[in-house]
Structures are given as C-alpha cells and as structure tokens.
C-alpha cells in the first residue's frame, strides 16, 4: 500500500507559478527491481480527470499533456519519496483540484491515463486568477 498526500496548492494570478509536491509513505518507491510509477492529473468542476503529466519510477521518462508543454515540469527525488509538478506561466484554464497517483512498475515506463494508477492522493486545489 502506498499514501499519497499533495501539497502546495493556492490561488495565484495569472502568469504566477507554483510548484506541488506529493509525498508518498508505505512502500518503498523501489524495491526487488520495481518502483512506483507517478502521475499528475487534475479534474476542473464538471470535466472528467485527466493526464497533466507522468514519470517513470526511474524519471528518465517524463510524459505531458500538450496543454502544459513547456509550463509544466514533472520531476522526483527517489531519496524523499517525494513527486514534484513545477507549474509556471499558470493561466486560469488551469484552475483544478490537482491530484498524483502512482502504480507500480517494472521498467522505466510512465502511464498517461487515470486508470491506469492504483493510489491516488485526496487533491489539492489550485486557482487561478485573471
């Protein structure tokens, strides 16, 4: 079993930047050659949850959204079990109650789609202001 809980969250103003976190306690993020792989996904009120970026539990492969492309950078440090999402030139379509998930892994592979994860984090809302 693996808790996931993100933080980092807020109001900010467009063209801000913010950077969550989401730190994972349980299991080890590798152990007998698996890992978790990680996502981020975010879910805007009356949208469904999508993909906004995935790592593999290496972090030698990273996933984005096109939306987020060169905004948005997904990275890891295996040492703190920790997950970051560094958001930048944020704009109010990005407002959503932000979410990570992971799953385990045998390779250095991401996966880019919700159901494709079996722990999820409870959320963190990020708003974006005009």
């Known amino acids: 079993q693996v808790q996931l809980v993100e933080s980092g969250g807020g109001l900010v103003q467009a063209g801000g930047s913010l950077r969550l976190s989401c730190a994972a306690s349980g299991r080890t993020f590798s152990s007998y050659g698996m890992g978790y792989a990680m996502g981020w996904f975010r879910q805007a009120p009356g949208k469904e949850r999508d993909v906004v970026a995935a790592i593999s539990w290496s972090g030698d492969n990273t996933y984005y959204e096109d939306s987020v492309k060169g905004r948005f950078t997904i990275s890891r440090d295996n040492a703190k079990n920790t997950v970051y999402l560094q958001m930048t030139s944020l704009k109010p379509e990005d407002t959503a109650v932000y979410y990570c998930?992971?799953?385990?892994?045998?390779?250095?592979?991401?996966?880019?789609?919700?159901?494709?994860?079996?722990?999820w984090g409870q959320g963190t809302q990020v708003t974006v202001s005009s």
């Open positions: 998930a992971a799953r385990l892994a045998y390779s250095s592979v991401y996966y880019p789609r919700p159901r494709q994860y079996d722990y």
